[in-house]
Each structure stands twice: as structure tokens, then as C-alpha cells.
T-cell receptor
Framework: EAQVTQNPRYLITVTGKKLTVTCSQN?????MSWYRQDPGLGLRQIYY???????DKGDVPEGYKVSRKEKRNFPLILESPSPNQTSLYFC??????????????FGPGTRLTVT | EDQVTQSPEALRLQEGESSSLNCSYT??????LFWYRQDPGKGPEFLFT???AGEEKEKERLKATLTKKESFLHITAPKPEDSATYLC??????????FGSGTQLTVLP
């Protein structure tokens, strides 16, 4: 089954304790991205990756890191989490459409709480 | 700066009562418009991509249309299982995706 998987699905942590949220896709997509979703603010893109070793900032990259060492994996790293990073996080992977833009398919989400 | 505005924020319909959701956008050089459905606590589910004004796409009770300034998602004879938040998004020039804030649709039996 074609899918994007994220782990963990739920995470409660404390301020400053480094954490990694993993993301993996089995569709051989070159494009992958991370979003956060907050009430009243909607979905906002954190980082995206056009291919292995190619990453770029989205709209809200502060406080996050990513790496793309393999095509299927795109982990999100919070080196020193803070309470304002409490959110619902989604990973997505995409396939190019007619104009080079990407139709993206989302994972199930990771609900992160930072106390 | 790319902007996407969806209206209404919330919509309650009786089962079978058709309606439309609106997505207006401001982007320099439209390279596609995407519609997604999102159920509470779940990831957005891809529905449609529209690329040019006049284009239409259908899936079951949903039909998406596109003009030069906006897109509509028409829901014909909705059922309670169509209840969800519907999101539209446009790709930016730098490969980002900008989402609207969504329309929360509730279909009452």
C-alpha cells in the first residue's frame, strides 16, 4: 500500500530535550515536506526537500532542522524544543504534476506537546 | 506574497442539500490549485489538482472548478460522510505550498 508513515504518532516531551520525528514514504517520490498545523493558523510549511541532499526552508523553519540522506526518509529534528512548538505535525511526499508543482500525499500526523 | 482565502469558514447542510465552497487566491503565475479533505486528527487527503481556468474535475459528489481568481468545490446531494474540513492550496514560486484556512463542512442526516 502506498503510504507516508510517521513516528511517533504522539509525543510529550520537556523543553530543551532534543527529539526526532521520523517520516518515510514508499512511493519513490523525490519531493518531501514537513508541515505544522495550529488552530487558527492552518497548515504551514516548515521545510521541504526536492531530492536527496537538497532541502529548503518553508514558511516557518525557525527551531527545526531536517536532513535527506535517503530518498524514502525525511526526519524532522527539534534540537531544543520549546512550548511554542507544541503542534500537530504532518509529513508529506509528492509527485510532479503538469506544471512542475507537486501533488502531495500526507502522513497520519504526529501530535507533539512540549511542556 | 501568495495568499489563499477560503469561505465560508463553516457550513452546515442538511443531507441532500447541495452547496459550494469558495477558494480565492492571489499568486504570481498559477501553477496549479489543489483541493484536500481533512478529517479531525488525520492527515489531509488529496482530492483534485486544477491547472487552468475553465478546468473541472469530479469525484463522486464533488466537483472542483477553476477561474483566474478563484476555485469552487461543489458538493451535490451531500451525505453525512462528506463532513470534513476542505482545504485548498496553491504552490508558490519556490516550491512551497500555501494552504487556505479551510471550510469545515457538517452534513446533518
Amino acid at each position: 500500500e502506498a503510504q507516508v508513515t510517521q513516528n511517533p504518532r504522539y509525543l510529550i516531551t520537556v523543553t530543551g530535550k532534543k527529539l526526532t520525528v521520523t517520516c518515510s514514504q514508499n512511493m519513490n517520490h523525490e519531493y518531501m515536506s514537513w508541515y505544522r498545523q495550529d488552530p487558527g493558523l492552518g497548515l504551514r510549511q516548515i521545510y521541504y526537500s526536492m531530492n536527496v541532499e537538497v532541502t529548503d526552508k518553508g514558511d516557518v523553519p525557525e527551531g527545526y532542522k531536517v536532513s535527506r540522506k535517503e530518498k524514502r526518509n525525511f526526519p524532522l529534528i527539534l534540537e531544543s524544543p520549546s512550548p511554542n512548538q507544541t503542534s500537530l505535525y504532518f509529513c508529506a511526499s509528492g509527485t510532479p504534476g503538469e506544471t512542475g508543482s507537486y501533488e502531495q500525499y500526507f502522513g497520519p500526523g504526529t501530535r507533539l506537546t512540549v511542556t | 506574497e501568495d495568499q489563499v482565502t477560503q469561505s465560508p469558514e463553516a457550513l452546515r447542510l442538511q443531507e441532500g442539500e447541495s452547496s459550494s465552497l469558495n477558494c480565492s487566491y492571489t499568486v504570481s503565475g498559477l501553477r496549479g490549485l489543489f483541493w484536500y479533505r481533512q478529517d479531525p486528527g488525520k492527515g489531509p487527503e488529496f482530492l483534485f489538482t486544477l491547472y487552468s481556468a475553465g478546468e473541472e474535475k469530479e469525484k463522486e459528489r464533488l466537483k472542483a472548478t477553476l477561474t483566474k481568481k478563484e476555485s469552487f468545490l461543489h458538493i451535490t446531494a451531500p451525505k453525512p460522510e462528506d463532513s470534513a474540513t476542505y482545504l485548498c492550496a496553491v504552490p508558490g514560486s519556490a516550491r512551497q505550498l500555501t494552504f487556505g484556512s479551510g471550510t469545515q463542512l457538517t452534513v446533518l442526516p
